[in-house]
């Protein structure tokens, strides 16, 4: 099976920035698009960023965007998440996904998974 690791999680305050990074298997990372999710304790699992294969196209959650910056190094097969002046609402475990067939939000739509990363935002 296709294996995702996310790193880069950890505590910090209000206002700071974190990179999140993602690793996946080289063929399963070069034929799809991937995402990024976010699950608060108590919530569901929601949308936060997705990019396409060739990293040309981006799309974010009204929530994050402007603050948040996705991308992807094919080479590498790697997809990280900029996230620049966090707020506690932005507390939640982080999960890439992949798999999925185009940019989309939707989580059925993406076949892997990782074992997601925690951001703690403090006020």
């Known amino acids: 099976q296709v294996q995702l690791v996310e790193s880069g999680g950890g505590l910090v305050q209000a206002g700071d920035s974190l990179r999140l990074s993602c690793a996946a298997s080289e063929r399963a990372f070069s034929s799809r698009a991937m995402g990024w999710f976010r699950q608060a304790p108590g919530k569901e699992r929601v949308f936060v960023s997705a990019i396409s294969r060739s990293g040309s196209m981006t799309y974010y959650a009204d929530s994050v965007k402007g603050r948040f910056t996705i991308s992807r190094d094919n080479a590498k097969n790697t997809v990280s998440l900029q996230m620049n002046s966090l707020e506690p609402e932005d507390t939640a475990v982080y999960y890439c996904?992949?798999?999925?067939?185009?940019?989309?939000?939707?989580?059925?739509?993406?076949?892997?998974w990782g074992q997601g990363t925690q951001v703690t935002v403090s006020s």
């Open positions: 996904a992949a798999g999925a067939p185009g940019l989309t939000m939707s989580r059925n739509l993406y076949d892997y």
